[in-house]
T-cell receptor, first 113, second 111 residues
């Protein structure tokens, strides 16, 4: 079965712009989580969505937002991009009730210049 | 943001050697997970642990859930070239999808 699909794989944006990243979870998975990975801070939890509702949120500024659609696909948006937002953004999906069933996508590499 | 303390930070070993790494936390977790990440890819789950003291194997990999629930260990026996990568531990609270990741251990195999 198809894995978690993230698009695009690579993105270059300019400071001040905004960006939208997309994540298609594994079929049947209703929970989608987003993580930011940087060399300095490692893997940090951004937020988690379940049935179109945000259930958990990490310690990121309000410039980082997300949403989930009725088909469980999710998007995250970063507004007013800063150089420090350059990172690998990872999406993970899991089936209901099985947190350890997390499957990660290959990520979107965002570079802010 | 919070990261779990993982050691060693990097390891340089020869093929065939055994590897040990550990992860510690200041708070307890109900689940410990171990992931491996290859360059340009997302982390892949290796082993999941659910009970304090639990010892679980997956092929040449063995992991343990510390009895204090604040630590976990991963051992790799008879390393092979495809074991190269970065290994992460992650802790998870009950009923919470959020994972708190360790700082990672980079494994390199010397020819």
């Amino acid at each position: 079965k198809a894995g978690v699909t993230q698009t695009p794989r690579y993105l270059i944006k300019t400071r001040g712009q905004q960006v939208t990243l997309s994540c298609s979870p594994i079929s049947g998975h209703r929970s989608v989580s987003w993580y930011q990975q940087t060399p300095g801070q490692g893997l940090q939890f951004l937020f988690e969505y379940f049935s179109e509702t945000q259930r958990n949120k990490g310690n990121f500024p309000g410039r980082f937002s997300g949403r989930q659609f009725s088909n469980s696909r999710s998007e995250m948006n970063v507004s007013t991009l800063e150089l420090g937002d350059s990172a690998l953004y990872l999406c993970a999906s899991s089936p209901p009730g099985e947190g350890d069933g997390y499957t990660f996508g290959s990520g979107t590499r965002l570079t802010v210049v | 943001g919070q990261q779990l303390n993982q050691s060693p930070q990097s390891m340089f070993i020869q093929e065939g050697e055994d590897v040990s790494m550990n992860c510690t936390s200041s708070s307890i977790f109900n689940t410990w997970l171990w992931y491996k990440q290859d360059p340009g890819e997302g982390p892949v789950l290796l082993i999941a642990l659910y009970k304090a003291g639990e010892l679980t194997s997956n092929g040449r990999l063995t992991a343990q859930f510390g009895i204090t629930r604040k630590d976990s260990f991963l051992n790799i026996s008879a390393s092979i070239p495809s074991d190269v990568g970065i290994y992460f531990c992650a802790g998870q609270d009950f009923g919470n999808e959020k994972l708190t990741f360790g700082t990672g251990t980079r494994l390199t195999i010397i020819p």
